[in-house]
């Protein structure tokens, strides 16, 4: 990778899947950002209840939709003109300083190492 380039995430063949995913939806759903978004926004908490509830069955497919929702995530920000590599990076930071947080929170409260 060059010096001071954004590291990826997703590779281009996806980014290119999701425009064209993204340009169906739009049809289906309506071309309107705040409509669009909206049914996303229904589709993916549609999909985290039907992930646990398969989770919870010890059904395979969870995992099935567990990628529909990373699809209909990564639909989003393509909604929004977000580039996936710079908020996964943003996220990645985000997420590794919250759990050495937790990780140092849980030690404490165990007086030493975890």
Request: charged content about 35%; proline content about 2%.
């Amino acid at each position: 990778m060059k010096a001071g380039a954004m590291p990826r995430s997703v590779t281009n063949y996806a980014k290119k899947k999701i425009k064209g995913i993204h340009c169906l939806s739009k049809k289906v759903n309506g071309t309107g950002r705040k409509r669009h978004a909206a049914v996303l926004l229904d589709l993916i908490d549609k999909h985290a209840v039907e992930i646990r509830e398969l989770y919870e069955k010890k059904d395979g497919h969870f995992l099935v939709e567990t990628g529909d929702l990373l699809v209909l995530c990564l639909e989003m920000l393509e909604e929004f003109k977000r580039s996936p590599d710079v908020v996964m990076e943003k996220c990645y930071g985000r997420y590794e300083r919250k759990l050495f947080s937790l990780l140092e929170q849980k030690r404490e409260k165990r007086g030493g190492s975890v």
